[in-house]
């Protein structure tokens, strides 16, 4: 069964840093495209970050709004995916679900979510 | 950036109607890369629907969808009680960033 779990979700205050986790299981992570999405309770999704092969190598790409505040990564000797969070604003509150590729090249859809790691920014 | 636009933004209907979601896109997009989710209260997204019209798997034949150019359709042939969710519908590619519609919520009369 493949499997998405996220963690390092918490409350942080304005400015500050948080790290999120994800542990992936049940198919070969190695190489394998991955996104950060997030969602405000109640609200729409928006893409945060992913990998996606790009000419013969694994990408990162980010959302614009980010503004180069979040920097993803990957450490594939322990299937795991993260998303460094910095200068987090109150507009960041959301729920961060980790997603995988479903033909692992990066191009989308998203066939396999977590279930999310929640961030609340607040004073 | 290319813009999703879903309607309506609620879709209230009875069991075993015929229920019919649009989203509409600012410019004509690759419809290999157009898809739904199903969000259900409290739960991830479900991918539903890839390339415009494949089922994901272990989605019922229901679910279909169809489009071109800037307008897709999802349609749920005869709707059922479980199918009470939040639909997304999704643009990714090759050129980030991943695009998504606002959502329709649908219910059940």
């Known amino acids: 069964e493949v499997r998405l779990v996220e963690s390092g979700g918490g409350l942080v205050q304005p400015g500050g840093s948080l790290r999120l986790s994800c542990a992936a299981s049940?198919?070969?992570?190695?190489?394998?495209?991955m996104n950060w999405v997030r969602q405000v309770p109640g609200k729409g999704l928006e893409w945060v970050s992913g990998?996606?092969?790009?000419?013969?190598?694994?990408?990162?790409g980010y959302a614009g709004s980010l503004k180069g505040r979040f920097t993803i990564s990957r450490d594939d000797a322990t299937n795991s995916l993260y998303l460094q969070m910095t200068s987090l604003r109150i507009e960041d509150t959301a729920l961060y679900f980790c997603?995988?590729?479903?033909?692992?090249?990066?191009?989308?859809?998203?066939?396999?979510w977590g279930q999310g790691a929640m961030v609340s920014v607040s004073s | 950036e290319i813009v999703l636009t879903q309607s309506p933004g609620t879709l209230s209907l009875p069991p075993g109607e015929r229920a019919t979601l649009s989203c509409r896109a600012s410019r004509n997009i690759n419809s290999d890369y157009l898809a739904w989710y199903q969000q259900k209260a409290g739960q991830a997204p479900r991918l539903v629907i890839y390339a415009t019209s494949s089922r994901a798997a272990g989605i019922p034949d229901r679910f279909s969808g169809s489009g071109s150019g800037t307008d897709f359709t999802l349609t749920i042939s005869r709707l059922e009680p479980e199918d009470i969710a939040v639909y997304f519908c999704?643009?990714?590619?090759?050129?980030?960033?991943?695009?998504f519609g606002q959502g329709t919520n649908l219910e059940i009369k």
């Open positions: 997603v995988k590729d479903l033909s692992g090249k990066g191009l989308g859809p998203f066939n396999i």
């Open positions: 999704h643009l990714s590619g090759d050129s980030p960033p991943h695009t």
């Open positions: 990998f996606a092969w790009v000419s013969g190598s694994l990408r990162t």
């Open positions: 049940g198919f070969t992570f190695e190489g394998y495209a």
